[in-house]
């Protein structure tokens, strides 16, 4: 599938980011990087790159995937277990945090890795899309977008400006600037506008980190995100005007919302080598081991997604041979482990048939090993994936991979 | 409190025992003990000892507390933890068990060890507690008890003897006899009736365990439990009679069944120096940390309680100052961990405020975290007890260490 070319019927191409200045703001110099991706190997037969790049917090190797830690904890798991698995970084949702805890109680405890106990590198979205996701319960103006919390029905507004100031509060290494995400079906005025909009708040966002200093003595980078929808000259124009200010990495947002597959392949394919080669390029809330695996051909280096912990939850596990469902009853006699390739804590110790049990009595146990499971699992894929490209085989191997995982899982 | 007296107006105090012969049935070499408590320690101002006994899982340092795993997991934790927080032994629950998974699938997993990935030493109740609080779902008979299950309406029934066999299936290292726990209240007829029964059950149950041999290569020890309610006679025969068959080591059960707690305690004073002095002491479903106190000042080695898990996953965790609520409003901005005395990985790590939030948010990382400090505080009180013993000290000790736990907690 192609991506859509923009309408013939609009007429307006005209671009609306004449405000813009190339020449930046100077930033704070006690709380800047700039984050600088350092390309250790790139693949001969596809785009996927592998490097690495260093926080104030550590180094991350990318291709990597962050597992989320929606409200201050990475749901069923603690820090301890993150080290364990091999997570080099996690991601916090701003939205979620500035509503519980909330900022006050984020700086008083010293910022988001004290309070939380992860000493490792944590990049925060910018709270944009969950507030984008409450429908009936958000005003945007140009200024930003007024929101009720999902929890008390209070009122609430970010701003390009105060996105930063919460992500400061919070302390993550990577902040994301705030962007619209528009639904997948809509228009392409609407896209347009949404875009160019963002692009806006994207450029008060950088001024406005710049001139801020981070309370806690270390660095953090700004990310800008690329928005567009699946228009070619939107997406573009978006990257265009995100590399004049110059961010400390990008992100593609606005996919994995609706649209088909293979439109977000094509736009990442389109968006990705547009991008410089020596910053991250992030692609939001994608996704499928699958997913990950063709978009890191196409380019990408950091995903997050919230799969590995939900599916877990629901009982749904991941393995290099397919999903695998925890509720089903034939896995009760089943003593092999989880993913008998798999180096994890659940599979080094329990079988399928264990942790079958454990969901079908509710324990919260059977919760937490398959949550183990399924973000090692993640992890894993990543690292396998740094390998082959570091050894020059990433696109073969992918293709083995993918469909390896798409074949039946054999019944013990 | 006084441990109540026989009714005068019962005449009969005739025992059935007859049937008790004093000569033993030999036991199956491969799966037997006998288990015998080394007494290492013994307090000078008190009944409380130190000891050890071992099991083919490893040895069990008393006094000791049994963290309890009723369906194969104590519950938000994983074996890992149960050995990173001291977990010396563990309870598993055979009615829960018996119904889910089952003894197929156990037998099957080779053992709920292997099963649940525990290598430690672990008891079984006998499952008589929890048929006999499924007041609608019961009926007796002098051979067992027949019951539906309180999951799927399913009817069954325990014996002496299958009782013996499920444990058998479960492969515990200690196994506990089927005896009927009456409620509090019932009158002295029904203690004696109900305590008679009880002790022809264990006697059944000694016999088959001694004629049945273990599946898993490891041996499995079988204790006997002293009932009679509150009647010091009713308690002393069933004592009695149980000693006469000459267990592994000994139980007192129905007890903390609503009884006031002096009530308890004069039991446990009065049955404990009529017990085996090289034989361990098992104090069933007891209690609080104060109770532990001063039931091991009255000469018990053992107990288990779902206290310390349940209580966490209801926010509340105790200290050596006395309880906190995890859903108190005032722990917000509390940068303390949960208690500054505590070694566990949450107080090496974690926050009230951080703690607090996460019961705040419902977060299941929530629930394991005070899990892992409730479950550490109650076996480094235990600890803490032997090392008192071992010091001559556990006396006093034990008065301040109770005050200290029923003063007010300081706000931060």
Redesign the interface.
């Known amino acids: 599938m192609m991506i859509s070319p923009p309408p013939r019927s609009n007429g307006s191409r005209t671009l609306i980011y004449h405000t813009f200045p190339h020449n930046c703001p100077k930033r704070f110099s006690v709380s800047s990087y700039p984050l600088k991706l350092a390309l250790t190997h790139t693949d001969a037969g596809s785009a996927a790159r592998a490097g690495i790049f260093e926080t104030d917090h550590g180094a991350v190797e990318t291709p990597i995937f962050m597992p989320v830690g929606t409200?201050?904890?990475?749901?069923?798991?603690?820090?301890?277990d993150l080290h364990d698995l091999g997570a080099q970084i996690i991601l916090g949702n701003t939205y979620?945090l500035f509503l519980?805890?909330g900022n006050e109680?984020l700086r008083?405890?010293g910022g988001l890795h004290r309070?939380?106990?992860w000493d490792g590198p944590i990049l925060t979205d910018s709270g944009g899309f969950q507030v984008f996701s409450l429908q009936e319960l958000r005003k945007m103006t140009e200024e930003g977008v007024e929101f009720q919390s999902h929890i008390d029905g209070t009122r609430h507004r970010f701003t390009a400006e105060n996105v930063v100031d919460t992500q400061r509060a919070i302390g993550s290494d990577i902040a994301m600037v705030l962007d619209e995400c528009p639904p997948a079906l809509s228009s392409y005025d609407y896209h347009r506008d949404s875009m160019e909009r963002s692009m806006r708040w994207a450029r008060r966002a950088w001024e406005h980190h710049v001139r801020t200093p981070m309370p806690y003595g270390h660095s953090q980078a700004l990310f800008g995100i690329v928005q567009g929808g699946t228009f070619a000259d939107l997406r573009a124009r978006s990257t265009e005007l995100l590399m004049e200010t110059g961010f400390d990495g990008y992100a593609i947002g606005g996919l994995a919302v609706g649209e088909p597959t293979e439109t977000m392949y094509d736009v990442v394919s389109m968006v990705a080598p547009l991008l410089p080669p020596d910053q991250p390029r992030y692609l939001m809330g994608v996704g499928t081991p699958q997913n990950l695996l063709e978009c890191i051909a196409r380019g990408i280096d950091m995903f997050d997604c919230v799969m590995p912990t939900r599916n877990a939850r629901n009982g749904s596990v991941f393995t290099w041979s397919g999903k695998v469902n925890l509720r089903n009853a034939s896995l009760?006699?089943d003593?092999d482990p989880l993913d008998a390739d798999c180096d994890c804590?659940t599979c080094r110790?329990?079988?399928r048939?264990?942790i079958r049990?454990?969901f079908?009595?509710d324990?919260?146990?059977?919760?937490?090993?398959a949550t183990i499971h399924n973000v090692r699992f993640y992890l894993a894929l990543m690292e396998r994936a740094r390998e082959e490209i570091r050894a020059g085989r990433y696109s073969g191997w992918m293709r083995e991979t993918i469909e390896r995982m798409q074949a039946e899982v054999p019944k013990s």
């Open positions: 409200r201050a904890a990475v749901k069923a798991l603690r820090s301890r979620h519980r805890p109680i008083n405890a309070f939380m106990g009760r006699d003593w804590e110790n329990y079988s048939g264990y049990h454990l079908n009595v324990e919260i146990t059977g919760l937490v090993l």
